[in-house]
Protein backbone atom coordinates (compact mmCIF):
# COMPACT_ATOMS: atom_id res chain seq x y z
CA UNK A 1 0.00 0.00 0.00
CA UNK A 2 1.04 3.50 -1.13
CA UNK A 3 1.80 6.04 1.43
CA UNK A 4 1.23 9.81 0.49
CA UNK A 5 3.81 12.91 1.69
CA UNK A 6 3.09 16.42 1.76
CA UNK A 7 5.60 18.64 1.70
CA UNK A 8 6.51 22.42 0.96
CA UNK A 9 7.53 23.03 -2.65
CA UNK A 10 10.80 24.35 -1.14
CA UNK A 11 11.85 20.32 -0.49
CA UNK A 12 10.86 19.39 -4.13
CA UNK A 13 12.12 22.16 -6.02
CA UNK A 14 12.71 19.67 -9.23
CA UNK A 15 9.16 19.41 -9.21
CA UNK A 16 8.37 23.15 -10.62
CA UNK A 17 8.18 22.88 -14.25
CA UNK A 18 5.72 19.77 -13.93
CA UNK A 19 3.87 21.97 -11.52
CA UNK A 20 3.34 25.16 -13.79
CA UNK A 21 2.35 23.50 -16.94
CA UNK A 22 -0.15 21.60 -14.96
CA UNK A 23 -1.50 24.79 -13.37
CA UNK A 24 -1.26 27.05 -16.65
CA UNK A 25 -3.10 24.37 -18.91
CA UNK A 26 -6.06 24.03 -16.26
CA UNK A 27 -6.52 27.88 -14.83
CA UNK A 28 -4.86 30.02 -17.83
CA UNK A 29 -8.27 31.08 -19.24
CA UNK A 30 -9.11 32.74 -15.66
CA UNK A 31 -6.25 35.24 -15.73
CA UNK A 32 -4.89 37.97 -18.44
CA UNK A 33 -1.75 37.84 -19.26
CA UNK A 34 -0.93 34.42 -17.24
CA UNK A 35 1.91 32.99 -19.51
CA UNK A 36 3.42 29.21 -18.92
CA UNK A 37 6.67 31.71 -18.09
CA UNK A 38 4.76 33.30 -15.59
CA UNK A 39 3.35 30.38 -14.30
CA UNK A 40 6.82 29.01 -13.46
CA UNK A 41 8.48 32.26 -11.91
CA UNK A 42 5.31 32.14 -9.52
CA UNK A 43 6.48 28.24 -8.36
CA UNK A 44 10.28 29.41 -8.63
CA UNK A 45 8.88 32.12 -5.85
CA UNK A 46 7.35 29.45 -4.08
CA UNK A 47 10.00 27.22 -3.57
CA UNK A 48 12.28 28.99 -2.06
CA UNK A 49 9.68 29.34 1.10
CA UNK A 50 8.06 27.60 3.55
CA UNK A 51 5.71 30.45 4.67
CA UNK A 52 3.18 32.65 2.83
CA UNK A 53 3.11 32.65 -0.02
CA UNK A 54 4.20 28.83 -1.15
CA UNK A 55 3.06 25.89 -2.55
CA UNK A 56 3.03 22.19 -0.95
CA UNK A 57 2.84 19.25 -2.88
CA UNK A 58 1.37 15.58 -2.82
CA UNK A 59 3.92 12.47 -3.10
CA UNK A 60 3.55 9.29 -3.55
CA UNK A 61 6.26 7.26 -0.85
CA UNK A 62 7.84 7.26 -4.38
CA UNK A 63 8.67 10.26 -5.60
CA UNK A 64 6.01 10.20 -7.97
CA UNK A 65 4.35 14.06 -7.81
CA UNK A 66 0.59 13.60 -7.86
CA UNK A 67 -0.65 17.18 -7.04
CA UNK A 68 -0.13 20.62 -5.66
CA UNK A 69 -1.70 23.13 -3.92
CA UNK A 70 -0.88 26.55 -2.80
CA UNK A 71 -1.68 29.48 -0.20
CA UNK A 72 -1.08 33.30 -1.56
CA UNK A 73 -2.03 36.32 -0.86
CA UNK A 74 -3.41 37.31 -3.43
CA UNK A 75 -4.85 35.07 -6.06
CA UNK A 76 -6.61 37.42 -8.38
CA UNK A 77 -6.52 41.20 -8.27
CA UNK A 78 -10.24 41.39 -8.99
CA UNK A 79 -10.90 39.85 -5.65
CA UNK A 80 -8.28 42.35 -3.47
CA UNK A 81 -11.18 43.54 -1.81
CA UNK A 82 -12.56 39.89 -0.45
CA UNK A 83 -9.89 39.62 1.66
CA UNK A 84 -6.31 37.89 2.11
CA UNK A 85 -4.88 34.97 2.39
CA UNK A 86 -6.27 32.50 -0.57
CA UNK A 87 -6.26 28.85 -1.14
CA UNK A 88 -5.46 28.49 -4.89
CA UNK A 89 -4.40 26.15 -7.57
CA UNK A 90 -5.71 22.94 -5.65
CA UNK A 91 -4.54 20.57 -8.83
CA UNK A 92 -4.34 16.97 -8.25
CA UNK A 93 -3.02 14.76 -11.51
CA UNK A 94 -6.16 13.28 -13.26
CA UNK A 95 -5.19 9.47 -12.78
CA UNK A 96 -4.67 9.73 -9.20
CA UNK A 97 -8.39 11.82 -8.79
CA UNK A 98 -11.22 10.25 -6.45
CA UNK A 99 -9.20 8.64 -4.10
CA UNK A 100 -8.89 11.36 -1.19
CA UNK A 101 -5.86 13.55 -2.54
CA UNK A 102 -7.83 16.61 -2.84
CA UNK A 103 -9.39 17.22 0.59
CA UNK A 104 -5.30 15.56 1.69
CA UNK A 105 -4.31 18.92 0.11
CA UNK A 106 -6.61 21.34 1.03
CA UNK A 107 -6.40 20.08 4.88
CA UNK A 108 -2.51 20.16 4.81
CA UNK A 109 -2.99 23.77 3.10
CA UNK A 110 -5.35 25.20 6.08
CA UNK A 111 -2.93 23.41 8.69
CA UNK A 112 -0.31 25.57 7.15
CA UNK A 113 -2.66 28.90 7.58
CA UNK A 114 -3.33 27.76 11.00
CA UNK A 115 0.28 28.21 11.81
CA UNK A 116 0.92 31.04 10.06
CA UNK A 117 -2.15 32.76 12.40
CA UNK A 118 -4.53 33.53 9.40
CA UNK A 119 -7.29 34.62 10.73
CA UNK A 120 -9.97 33.61 7.52
CA UNK A 121 -8.45 31.56 4.72
CA UNK A 122 -10.08 33.01 1.11
CA UNK A 123 -10.92 30.23 -2.13
CA UNK A 124 -12.62 30.71 -5.24
CA UNK A 125 -13.61 27.92 -7.74
CA UNK A 126 -15.85 27.49 -10.59
CA UNK A 127 -17.42 24.67 -10.14
CA UNK A 128 -16.04 22.58 -6.91
CA UNK A 129 -17.98 24.59 -3.88
CA UNK A 130 -19.63 21.50 -3.11
CA UNK A 131 -16.51 19.55 -2.65
CA UNK A 132 -15.04 22.91 -0.38
CA UNK A 133 -18.11 22.82 1.58
CA UNK A 134 -18.10 19.43 2.31
CA UNK A 135 -14.59 20.17 3.94
CA UNK A 136 -16.19 22.83 5.79
CA UNK A 137 -15.53 26.16 3.93
CA UNK A 138 -18.62 28.30 3.97
CA UNK A 139 -20.25 29.86 0.84
CA UNK A 140 -19.59 34.32 0.74
CA UNK A 141 -20.45 35.36 -2.81
CA UNK A 142 -20.73 34.28 -6.78
CA UNK A 143 -19.03 36.74 -8.55
CA UNK A 144 -17.54 36.94 -12.81
CA UNK A 145 -13.57 36.18 -13.11
CA UNK A 146 -11.94 36.04 -16.32
CA UNK A 147 -15.61 35.44 -17.80
CA UNK A 148 -16.64 32.98 -15.59
CA UNK A 149 -18.97 32.35 -12.36
CA UNK A 150 -17.07 31.50 -9.45
CA UNK A 151 -18.04 30.72 -6.08
CA UNK A 152 -16.25 32.70 -3.17
CA UNK A 153 -15.81 30.91 0.07
CA UNK A 154 -14.02 31.40 3.02
CA UNK A 155 -13.10 29.23 6.34
CA UNK A 156 -11.54 30.12 9.87
CA UNK A 157 -8.38 27.85 9.94
Do not use: K, N
Not at 1 to 29: C, D, G, K, T, Y
Not at 41 to 65: F, K, N, Q
Not at 67 to 77: C, K, L, M, T
Not at 106 to 119: D, G, I, P, S, T
Request: overall charge negative; glycine content about 6%.
Amino acid sequence: MSEFLVLPLAERPQHVPVLAEWHHREWHRLYQDWTLAVATAELLDHARRRTLPTTLVLETSAGDLLGSVSVVVEDAPELADYGTPWLASLYVHPDARMCGHGARLVAAAVALARRERVERLHLFTPGQAAFYARLGWQARAQVQLGGQRVDLMEIVP
